[in-house]
């Protein structure tokens, strides 16, 4: 069922667990993360990059993703990610998305607040909400971000911006980095403490990739209530490919749906195991959009 990104991280952040926000980049992967959840009883999120959006068709992926989510007995909403391009915004509120995130973290302060804004008033104006970042996650995923830190803010400012702008969920940096860590992160779930201290506003974490399910449970209990996993999901999918190809190449035998099928069962796996760390096994209820 299609559902508000909203309505299903304020339940998530309710019931003490946090939400799984899933990249995708094909019909496949989107298929497979929705019936994964759909068979963990889990709500879910759905994200596309804007390097995925642009080269697959708004249309074409808002299509996909309804057709899934009607055939899915939780709630499943569907999210841009890391989108610093207001048309590329502007095309998926007309689409009827459930959510943008505005990346601002390239721009200076003043400028990332008003252009914020701007997204913000535009988003909701047709009922679409919008997950603000105005201090840099480290890291560089599909071809947006930085490998250096540029832009950082108090916990104060952060939460005084974000009621300015009327954004609706908040992705602060808390230690983490997109793509593979090269060693362990410093993590700062201190940050999320802060926040939650001082404002309700959903937290989201990004960069989850590769952290230890003890690592999750204490963002979550600090009040993280969405958490963004891509790289784990392109690397499964990849590597699920690459092992159904060598054995379609061994057995001779060149048919497409064994391999579809051997990667589906493995990206399915590679999301039950996020949800059940997420601790949002069985957690589904109502919320139709």
């Not at 094909?26 to 994964?36: I, K, P, T, Y």
């Not at 996909?64 to 909403?77: E, G, I, Q, R, Y």
């Amino acid at each position: 069922m299609r559902a508000s990104t909203l309505d299903i991280v304020r339940q998530a952040q309710e019931g003490g667990y946090a939400v799984g926000a899933f990249n995708v980049f094909d019909d496949l992967s989107l298929r497979s993360v929705v019936q994964a959840a759909s068979a963990a009883g889990s709500p879910v999120i759905i994200q596309f990059s804007v390097r995925t959006a642009r080269a697959m068709g708004v249309d074409l992926v808002t299509a996909m993703f309804h057709a899934a989510a009607d055939a899915a007995t939780v709630p499943v909403s569907l999210h841009l990610d890391h989108c610093p391009d207001v048309s590329v915004i502007e095309d998926v509120v007309r689409a009827g998305w459930s959510s943008v995130l505005f990346d601002a973290s390239h721009l200076g302060l003043a400028e990332a607040r008003e252009q914020t804004r701007r997204v913000v008033d535009l988003a909701h104006a047709r009922g679409v909400e919008v997950e603000s970042e105005i201090e840099n996650i480290v890291g560089v995923e599909d071809g947006v971000g930085s490998d250096v830190l540029t832009h950082a803010y108090s916990e104060s400012e952060l939460v005084e911006i974000a009621a300015e702008t009327g954004a609706d969920l908040l992705a602060p940096q808390l230690g983490t980095a997109h793509g593979l860590y090269k060693g362990r992160p410093v993590l700062r779930p201190d940050r999320v403490t802060a926040l939650r201290k001082l404002s309700d506003m959903p937290i989201v974490l990004h960069g989850g990739t590769g952290l230890t399910d003890a690592e999750f449970r204490t963002f979550i209990d600090a009040g993280v209530s969405k958490i963004n996993v891509s790289t784990a999901i392109k690397r499964i999918y990849m590597e699920a490919s690459a092992e159904a190809l060598r054995t379609a190449r061994d057995a001779n035998r060149w048919e497409p749906l064994p391999v579809f099928d051997a990667i589906s069962a493995r990206v399915a796996e590679t999301v039950t195991a996020h949800l059940e760390a997420f601790g949002s096994v069985a957690r589904a209820s109502g919320g139709s959009r």
